[in-house]
């Protein structure tokens, strides 16, 4: 998702809503939980065949590209 198209999709809503991460807690009920945002910022991320998603480095590198990052 690019920053436009997330901009296109808040801009449907009351601009007073909270907004936050959703993501499984990793339980055995798989429980979905809600996380306050507490940062936005720019950082770098590379795939990992491993997790099979992109995860965030420390630093650039030729491999990594930058992205929003939601905390």
Wanted: hydrophobic share 30%.
């Amino acid at each position: 998702m690019t920053v436009n198209e997330l901009k296109d999709i808040l801009d449907q809503f009351d601009g007073d809503m909270e907004v936050k991460f959703s993501y499984n807690y990793g339980d055995y009920w798989r429980t979905q939980v809600a996380k306050d945002i507490s940062d936005v910022k720019e950082g770098y991320v590379t795939y990992s065949d491993y997790y099979q998603m992109d995860k965030i480095d420390e630093d650039e590198n030729e491999d990594s590209k930058l992205v929003i990052l939601l905390n």
